[in-house]
């Protein structure tokens, strides 16, 4: 029964093997995960957040666990651009699911830059453009950009780099991180699709603080991180069938959904809601081969519910 | 799998295996010590343990100890779901009739710790390691010392044995310290600890090393910090700088003063360095541990969990 289950869907243009990513910045750039599962089951590959320079990232403490959750506050530290290119493309180049490269910045030009100088790579087959990093403060001429979050919380911004990036990104496929922080998501997401997203991914952490009350200081260096794990689940879950239903269905924009996902089922709510694929994020720090787990889980929960193809799931809320 | 592309290889079996505990003792206040048994492939892995590696143990599923015997300074903390697993260093490693034998020194200090103490016999939990770098033992290296604060003495107990077992040639002194007489995680009285060298931390005695202890308050044996004591005796003692190592591990200031120590005096120093991990293989970032860049004035975070946690002291850059 299982093996006649079709669980491949079409995403942006991309045909994937199933429905399960792994999120960036859980993931690394593919080999750390290597000793505990096999990539090229999965759907999909994320890469941590490439940036035009190394970036050395915040002070420590870096994370906090809360209940049923966890802060980070890891300020994307990351490779940079040249030495992502020299070590980890060749890397990334040998896995056979379709890689997507996170690219954050401060400004437009150093997502352009970090997009232009990969769009020819013939192994990566789109971007995520992390405009919702809530970790990386800086004022440049006197306007706030926090590590690309006030690209994801004005709908202006949102749409002037999406559509800068869309124009360097070619033929790659464009997926655009959303903020949950915002007033209404839906605003984002429209603006980013009317820009020329691709895709959406949805959501990235929520901004959160935890207070040491034998210090009375924030527990993170950085005073306040992301909130990710179980504990935002049914938030995801509802602002992805709101976009789901105020903007992707009718444009026929498909949506990454991602937010505490765990377990086999709570891809599946993701996918009902109107996700077309998911990705694993928090929950590989703890099960390292949970995606794999979970991709087994989502085909026995179709030949359980008389599902020959997993496409019947999408947005099906009833 | 596509035939076109190469895989990307694994390195190690890291698991996560299966560990059933074999024994679990309280050693008094709040120190435990909790016995892990691994049979096949987890055997395989933690055979090969270093003292100074690590594992993530995950205790979410772990119950909790019943109302009543909960401190009542971690009561609060003790109802908080928690998510991640929780890295612990191994005090000793052992292998017979292919199971391998880890056991874990630890405090029981919140919801994680306080969930573990509650293991019993035939439990069964899941490990991830051996993680990280442990401590290396350069080969022209003739004296040993041990400078333990605290809960830093698992590791360094584990480091005794090795020290004993397969480097005879290594003269080996430990130095022992706490706040007081109670956070001392060993096993005997402590209450007629002399401030002489001796014999007077079974733990350290079987492997045939000496001991002195320091307690901040003088509860037992030298008064002071541990480092203070450490630096006495290294006034008292005519011991060849090149010829020495120091191994540490302890809170992060004492590491700091160990550093200091080590850096007058010229005696190469391993410290291991412990940071809050999500994933401890490297992936979340969480663990940044400032490190000198050489011939720069600039600093790069290394990852704990990764390039550590055992790092040579000269390299790190100390914030306190």
């Known amino acids: 029964m299982e093996e006649q ?38 759907g999909g590959f994320i890469t941590k957040s490439i940036t035009v320079k190394p970036r050395k990232g915040n002070p420590t403490p870096r994370i906090v666990e809360t209940d049923s959750g966890m802060l980070n506050a890891i300020g994307l530290a990351n490779i940079g651009l040249d030495s992502f290119v020299q070590e980890k493309l060749p890397i990334i180049s040998k896995l056979a699911v379709p890689v997507f490269v996170n690219v954050a910045g401060e400004t437009i030009d150093d997502y352009v830059a970090v997009v232009q100088r990969l769009a020819g790579e013939g192994r990566i087959a789109g971007f995520e453009l992390n405009i919702s990093c809530p970790n ?38 464009l997926m655009v991180k959303l903020s ?139 | 799998m596509s035939t076109e592309q190469e895989a990307i290889k694994a390195k190690a079996d890291k698991g996560p295996f299966e560990a059933v505990v074999y024994g679990h003792k309280h050693i008094r206040e709040r120190f435990y010590r909790l016995g892990l048994e691994f049979a096949g492939a987890g055997a395989k892995a933690f055979a090969k343990a270093k003292a100074g590696q690590f594992a993530q143990i995950e205790l979410s599923t772990a ?55 509650t293991l019993a016999k035939g439990d069964s939990v899941s490990v991830i390691g051996p993680l990280g770098n442990g401590f290396s033992i350069p080969a022209d290296k003739k004296t040993a010392l041990l400078v333990v604060g605290g809960m830093g003495a698992g590791p360094l107990l584990h480091l005794a044995k090795v020290l004993t077992a397969d480097y005879p040639d290594i003269e080996v002194t430990a130095f022992a310290g706490a706040k007081t007489k109670a956070e001392l995680p060993f096993e ?4 007629e600890i002399s401030q002489q060298v001796g014999f007077s931390l079974a733990e350290f005695a079987r492997h045939s090393i000496e001991s002195l202890v320091a307690t901040d308050d003088g509860s037992t ?11 006495k005796w290294l006034g008292q003692n005519s011991i060849s700088a090149k010829d020495t190592i120091i191994y540490s591990c302890g809170p992060e200031e004492m590491l700091a003063r160990m550093a200091k120590i080590a850096e007058e005096r010229g005696i190469d120093c391993q410290v291991s360095m412990e940071r809050m991990m999500a994933c401890g293989i490297g992936v979340c970032q969480s663990c940044a541990v400032e490190c000198k860049i050489e011939g720069s004035s600039e600093t790069i975070y290394k990852l704990c969990c990764e390039d550590g946690p055992v790092f040579n002291c000269g390299e790190l850059v100390f914030s306190s």
């Open chain 2, 221 to 231: 044996g030298y008064e002071g910090f541990v480092t203070d004591c450490f630096s």
């Open chain 1, 5 to 42: 289950i079709d669980i491949s869907v079409d995403f942006a243009g991309l045909k994937l093997a199933n429905p399960v990513f792994v999120a960036s910045g859980t993931c690394g750039y593919a080999d750390e995960l290597a000793d505990f599962m096999d990539i090229n089951s999965l």
């Open chain 1, 136 to 173: 990386v403060a800086k004022s440049r001429e006197g306007r706030l950009t926090a590590g690309g979050l006030s690209f994801g919380t004005e709908p202006a911004q949102a749409a002037e780099i999406t559509s800068a990036v869309k124009k360097a990104a070619g033929e790659k496929v």
């Open chain 2, 188 to 191: 005997k009285p402590l209450d």
């Open chain 2, 63 to 117: 119950a909790l100890p019943a109302a009543e015997k909960i401190p009542e300074d971690l009561a609060d903390a003790a109802g908080r779901k928690i998510l991640l697993r929780r890295p612990f260093s191994f005090c000793d490693v052992s292998t017979e009739k292919e199971k391998t034998r880890v056991d874990i020194l630890y405090r029981a200090v919140g919801p994680a710790t306080l969930r573990m103490t």
């Open chain 1, 180 to 318: 949950p922080c915002v007033t209404d998501i839906s605003v984002i997401a429209r603006a980013a699709v009317e820009a020329g997203a691709d895709a959406l991914s949805m959501v990235n952490t929520f901004t959160a603080m935890v207070v040491d009350t034998e210090k009375r200081k924030p527990a993170l260096a950085n005073r306040t991180g992301g909130l990710s794990g179980p504990a935002i689940k049914p938030i995801a879950v509802y602002l992805v069938n709101k976009v789901y239903n105020e903007v992707a269905k009718e444009r026929g924009i498909p949506i990454l959904g991602l937010g505490g996902i765990r377990t086999a089922s709570d891809a599946i709510e993701f996918i009902i809601a109107g996700a077309s694929a998911v990705a694993v994020g928090t929950a590989s720090f703890i099960e390292p081969g949970c995606a794999v787990k979970i991709v087994e889980g989502i085909k026995k929960y179709c030949a359980g519910h008389n599902i020959t193809n997993i496409k019947e799931l999408i947005g099906c809320l009833g």
